[in-house]
């Protein structure tokens, strides 16, 4: 994490500088505080799903559906949970690293973050509508099965 904040920080100053010589720093900043006010409440809600997750899943029981030992449950589990969680990068990162944290195989990692790429439960009724059926259900069966794959290859690669 420290890395991390060092290495935005720098960007930061890089990006401020660049932007103070051409005069619009105060335009950049300005789009900064719009930006921390439009995402704050998402990531504060986001930190406190996943405080209750750590609290009321047991850790014995994430394990068991997507830790090394779940198997293959764990490269079906992974991708439902990915498909599942809506809303982009500020709600979904703070929830895999905690799932990350506690230790579940890189396979179902992977597989979930697939799937949470590539799936979007909230578009279902539009894709329906304008779509139609066989056409969503073709590609969501084809947008579940490859973050499973993907999952299966990490683990033979990796796990």
């Known amino acids: 994490m420290t890395a991390t904040i060092i290495v935005l920080s720098l960007m ?5 500088f660049a ?16 930006l921390l ?21 047991p850790e014995e029981t994430l394990l068991s559906w997507l830790g090394t030992e779940s198997g293959w449950r764990g490269l079906f589990i992974g991708p ?3 498909a ?6 500020y709600a979904f990162f ?7 944290k506690d230790g579940i195989s890189i396979g179902a990692a992977i597989a979930m973050i697939t799937a949470w790429g ?12 304008f779509l139609g059926s066989r056409f969503v259900i073709l590609k969501n069966a084809l947008y579940l099965a ?7 290859l990490a683990n033979i690669l990796f796990g």
């Open 37 to 57: 006010f439009t995402v704050l409440p998402l990531l504060l809600t986001a930190f406190v799903v996943v405080g209750f997750m750590n609290v009321l899943i």
């Open 12 to 16: 930061a100053a890089a990006s401020l």
């Open 146 to 152: 490859v973050p499973t794959l993907i999952g299966l």
């Open 19 to 34: 932007a103070y010589r051409q005069g619009k720093h105060v335009e950049g900043l300005k789009e900064a505080r719009n």
């Open 118 to 129: 590539m799936i979007n439960v909230g578009h279902l009724p539009y894709e329906f509508t």
């Open 80 to 82: 439902a949970i990915g």
């Open 84 to 89: 599942l969680i809506q809303g982009g990068p």
């Open 94 to 100: 703070p929830l895999f690293g905690a799932l990350f």
